[in-house]
């Protein structure tokens, strides 16, 4: 089976911009959750969804949103974009959301300019 | 709050050292508790998990124990290799009606042939 995909891989924006990051969980897996890994740091929570309900919400500002499609697949929206978005989103599935592993993807880097 | 302590990197190693990387977590309740490892220019991968006080969680002769009385989980491997140059992310999950992980801050390991 395939595992989680991201895309795009690499994104170049420039200050003020929006950008949309694209997820496809693992097959079967309802849960799906949104990290940022700013370099040299461990992931912190953005966001998780489960059945496209917003399930948890991370410390992070208005500007970031999020959804989840009928086919369990999301996209990350990020407005107004700053220099400190520049990071790797990571997206994460697992199967359901009580007590599962997260299985991770291989992040799309975002660069701010 | 919820918390993850890692030890201080970088860590350069000779290959078939013995591998220590110290990881202690401050948490209400009883969370489960991962290691994750990412290697260069890629997402995290799965190394290992312990869901309960006193699991031994084991991967690709990677361990950790998960001990309640010092909430600690560190990870041990007898004898490295070169390929396990990666960085190491320790990282707990608590069910407060969102499944997030609450990772630390990675240790970058170099092991030297």
């Known amino acids: 089976d395939a595992g989680v995909t991201q895309s795009p891989t690499h994104l170049i924006k420039t200050r003020g911009q929006q950008v949309t990051l694209r997820c496809s969980p693992i097959?079967?897996?309802?849960?799906v959750s949104w990290y940022q890994q700013v370099l040299g740091q461990g992931p912190q929570f953005i966001f998780q969804?489960?059945?496209?309900?917003?399930?948890g919400r991370g410390n992070f500002p208005d500007r970031f949103s999020a959804r989840q499609f009928p086919n369990y697949s999301s996209e990350l929206n990020v407005n107004a974009l700053l220099l400190g978005d520049s990071a790797l989103y990571l997206c994460?599935?697992?199967?359901?959301?009580?007590?599962?592993?997260?299985?991770f993807g291989p992040g799309t880097r975002l660069l701010v300019l | 709050g919820n918390s993850v302590t890692q030890m201080e990197g970088p860590v350069t190693l000779s290959e078939e050292a013995f591998l220590t990387i110290n990881c202690t977590y401050t948490a209400t309740g009883y969370p489960s508790l991962f290691w994750y490892v990412q290697y260069p220019g890629e997402g995290l991968q799965l190394l290992l998990k312990?869901?309960?006080?006193?699991d031994k969680g084991s991967n690709k002769g990677f361990e950790a124990t998960y001990r309640k009385e010092t909430t600690s989980f560190h990870l041990e491997k007898g004898s490295v290799q070169v390929s396990d140059s990666a960085v190491y992310f320790c990282a707990l999950s608590r069910i407060q009606g969102a499944q997030k992980l609450v990772f630390g801050q990675g240790t970058r390991l170099t092991i030297n042939p």
């Open positions: 969804y489960y059945e496209k309900e917003e399930r």
């Open positions: 312990a869901t309960k006080a006193d």
């Open positions: 097959s079967g897996h309802k849960s």
């Open positions: 994460a599935s697992s199967p359901r959301i009580e007590g599962e592993t997260q299985y």
